[in-house]
């Protein structure tokens, strides 16, 4: 089994502890976001690997040798969020950058570049945020710590509910075929200066024509040769109607608890709901949010 750590909220950012937590007890609990009452339980001695995701992976790293002294036949990969915007895009994350690429940088040291992901996503244009602004900024990302990156992921910006609220914020301009091009040309030859292979995350347009490779955030073949795991292949859509290749993994986050507040989140698309959610974190539960009640049935999970 793969666990996701995760697509649906930043646990490394805000919930390390909680994780670490789970670990000493050898079990993680999750709700089905869509039937709150059906919990998968899973157990770390049913775990191959762990996909860490993250813009802010700092708090995590503390805990991470005592995770793997614990439960050393557990692989472990780095998702790392990296972007150019501010805090008028990102009001919590912004003051991380600088932090995040040593963070990069110390985890290619000890885990090597080829479980380091560097996510330069999602891409939004604006008047502030243009196709030049966008080509400086990877440039210069790239020579700070593209030498330590194995792999590069981009997207686009979706519209999704929390995004559609923000429409007056982001001042979005659509992309145009000439976007596409501009960014697929300069961001491959970049990424390919260092070595890194570069693709697009569940976008019909995969920028293949104008240099980027194919490839999926964590496609089969990179976990058989890379990870050595070879009885994950079943391909999983996290969103529905994105063209998805990753191979299938557990996630044990929850939507609507991310403080990061970022305007083009999916992950929180009902606002008002997050400040409760956070209240609802107990450092000492089995689930992120809550509590089991009696009426939840648990089920363990082993793939």
């Excluded at 930043?10 to 869509?34: C, M, Q």
């Excluded at 519209?159 to 982001?170: F, P, V």
């Excluded at 104008?210 to 990870?227: I, Q």
């Excluded at 996290?238 to 929850?254: E, P, S, T, Y």
Aim: charged letters at 25%; proline letters at 4%; glycine letters at 6%.
């Amino acid at each position: 089994m793969i666990l996701f750590v995760s697509g649906r909220t930043d646990i490394p950012a805000y919930y390390s502890k909680w994780l670490f937590h789970r670990f000493e007890e050898g079990f993680v609990d999750t709700r089905n976001p869509f039937n709150r009452n059906l919990v998968s339980r899973i157990y770390f001695s049913d775990v191959d690997a762990i996909l860490f995701c993250s813009k802010r992976i700092h708090p995590l790293l503390e805990y991470l040798p005592k995770i793997k002294n614990r439960y050393p036949r557990i692989e472990f990969v780095f998702h790392l969020t990296i972007t150019p915007y501010h805090a008028d895009i990102e009001p919590l994350m912004a003051k991380y950058k600088s932090e995040m690429i040593d963070d990069l940088r110390l985890l290619s040291l000890k885990y090597g570049k080829e479980r380091i992901f560097l996510r330069y996503d999602p891409i939004l244009l604006n008047s502030r945020y243009t196709i030049d602004y966008h080509q400086v900024a990877f440039r210069r990302l790239m020579d700070l710590c593209g030498a330590e990156v194995g792999y590069v992921v981009t997207s686009f910006i979706d519209i999704y509910k929390n995004t559609r609220r923000n429409m007056g914020q982001l001042r979005l301009i659509p992309f145009n075929a000439e976007d596409y091009q501009a960014i697929g040309e300069f961001f491959s030859e970049v990424a390919h200066d260092y070595g890194a292979k570069i693709f697009t995350c569940a976008e019909k347009n995969d920028l293949t024509a104008f240099g980027f490779d194919s490839g999926a955030c964590l496609e089969a073949e990179y976990v058989k040769n890379v990870l050595g795991i070879s009885d994950n292949m079943s391909k999983q859509t996290f969103r529905k109607g994105h063209n998805c290749q990753c191979v299938k993994m557990a996630d044990i986050g929850d939507y609507n608890c991310c403080p990061g507040k970022c305007l083009y989140c999916y992950a929180n698309y009902d606002a008002d709901s997050i400040g409760k959610s956070v209240c609802d974190h107990d450092e000492d539960s089995s689930l992120l949010l809550g509590h089991l009640s009696p009426s939840d049935k648990v089920i363990r999970r082993k793939k």
